[in-house]
């Protein structure tokens, strides 16, 4: 089934710690996007990329770094965890053109620092 | 700059009634609006999507929402709901001009029915 496949589904860490969330779409998407999701706030940009090689930051960039060194993974690195980045974190992916087609996006990874 | 907002962050109301989810976007640019939906602990799925034509979309689970321009909004609506409508609804923009298909996120309404 074509999609996206985000891992861990759920992580508790402890603060200091590094933590690597794993996307991995088979949709030949070229562009990818990470979004943090919190009560109040909605769905944030943290980084994308529109094509393997490059990426960008979003609205929330810091604290987190991204690679695309193919076309099908987008792994988000928290290189230092702190509490406040206690959060689900939704990966997406779309074509790039704007309307063409909708975002998918994966199921989510809940993440805790402790 | 382009931003959202969604002016209700809960709408409670009973099985059967019609529903409104409010939504308003800010814009320098022509827009392509979209709601998508969030059952519990699953990731979004879309709802409708406006690119142009129409002003009244329809989109699936007997939703529609109606593009305003001069009003600036995009009020999703549904004539008589379902238990399973219970969910988070988000609202979101983008623009033909930027040639990206990023989007800029409302911070959503919880749509809860009671029976």
């Known amino acids: 089934i074509a999609g996206i496949t985000q891992a861990p589904t759920s992580q508790i860490l402890a603060a200091g710690r590094r933590m690597t969330l794993r996307c991995t779409q088979d949709?030949?998407?070229?562009?990818m996007y990470w979004y943090r999701q919190d009560l109040g706030l909605g769905l944030r940009l943290i980084h994308y990329?529109?094509?393997?090689?490059?990426?960008g930051k979003g609205e929330v960039p810091d604290g987190y770094s991204v690679s695309r060194a193919n076309t099908d993974d987008f792994p988000l690195t928290l290189a230092s965890a702190v509490p406040s980045q206690t959060s689900v974190y939704f990966c997406?992916?779309?074509?790039?053109?704007?309307?063409?087609?909708?975002?998918?996006f994966g199921a989510g990874s809940r993440l805790t620092v402790l | 700059a382009q931003s959202v907002t969604q002016l209700d962050s809960q709408v409670p109301v009973f099985e059967e009634a019609p529903v409104e989810l409010r939504c308003n976007y800010s814009?320098?640019?022509?827009?392509?609006l979209f709601w998508y939906v969030q059952y519990p602990n699953q990731g979004l799925q879309l709802l409708l999507k406006y690119l142009s034509g129409s002003t009244l979309v329809k989109g699936i689970n007997g939703f529609e929402a109606e593009f305003n321009k001069s009003q600036t909004s995009f009020h999703l609506r549904k004539p008589s709901v379902h238990i399973s409508d219970t969910a988070e609804y988000f609202c979101a923009v983008t623009s033909p001009s930027y040639n990206t298909d990023k989007l800029i996120f409302g911070t959503g309404t919880r749509l809860q029915v009671f029976p």
């Open positions: 949709m030949r998407h070229n562009a």
């Open positions: 814009s320098s640019v022509s827009v392509y």
């Open positions: 990329s529109n094509t393997a090689g490059t990426t």
């Open positions: 997406a992916s779309g074509t790039g053109a704007a309307g063409a087609n909708v975002l998918t």
